[in-house]
């Protein structure tokens, strides 16, 4: 079926490292691709999102790049501080039936001193 | 905060008895979603609503149901039907019908059966 695969389910990396998740998707007509931020306790929040006209995003240490062709898309961040640790999601519109907001299954990412 | 309340934040209930999840938004968008979230799986759809009156089945749906009677409301009922309904479920809602703007997320639900 129709979904969105994210990998690694864990990363951890040093302070000052760059983290890199990154996402697949099934449906080509995909068209809007939003990352979300959700820390412990706390509910989701959105911290970058990427249309399908576009190649790359940045804002500030975040960049997502987007692969229309291979259907696979990445965000990255740089300079990574002990505030980054958190659980990232990332999400594309699944359409056929309806527009589907489906979310993949997360990566823990953890920032160490 | 505010904008999207959902409630109660923490709920019990006892097998065999079904349970409604409430959901308002004062934003003002036509987009509403539930969310179920348990360890290691993400974030799976049960139902979403692209504007009042109408919604579609996610991808988890049996065992739920939902109405759309109000633009600002979307409450949740989890029936009997389903099986292992202890979860921490979220609520959201967007601007766009079509979704592809930001969800915002209400600050969650947490059922637990006993």
């Known amino acids: 079926g129709e979904n969105v695969e994210q990998h690694p389910s864990t990363l951890s990396v040093q302070e000052g490292d760059s983290a890199v998740i990154k996402c697949t998707y099934s449906?080509?007509?995909?068209?809007?691709f939003p990352w979300y931020k959700q820390e412990l306790g706390k509910r989701p929040q959105l911290i970058i999102d990427i249309r399908s006209n576009v190649g790359e995003k940045k804002d500030q240490r975040i960049a997502v790049t987007l692969n229309k062709t291979a259907k696979h898309f990445s965000l990255h961040i740089t300079e990574t501080q002990p505030e980054d640790s958190a659980v990232y999601f990332c999400a594309a519109i699944i359409t056929g039936g309806g527009n589907k907001l489906t979310f993949g299954t997360g990566t823990q990412l953890k920032v160490e001193l | 905060d505010g904008g999207i309340t959902q409630s109660p934040k923490y709920l019990f209930r006892k097998e065999g008895q079904n349970v409604t999840l409430s959901c308002e938004q004062n934003l003002n968008h036509d987009a509403m979603y539930w969310y179920r979230q348990d360890p290691g799986q993400g974030l799976r759809l049960i139902y979403y609503?692209?504007?009042?009156?109408?919604?579609q089945k996610g991808d988890i749906a049996e065992g739920y149901s939902v109405s759309r009677e109000k633009k600002e409301s979307f409450p949740l009922t989890v029936t009997s039907a389903q099986k292992n309904p202890t979860a921490f479920y979220l609520c959201?809602?967007?601007?766009?019908?079509?979704?592809?703007?930001?969800?915002?997320f209400g600050q969650g639900t947490r059922l637990t059966v006993v």
């Open positions: 449906d080509s007509a995909s068209n809007y």
């Open positions: 609503s692209q504007i009042v009156n109408d919604f």
């Open positions: 959201a809602s967007s601007m766009s019908p079509g979704m592809d703007t930001e969800a915002f």
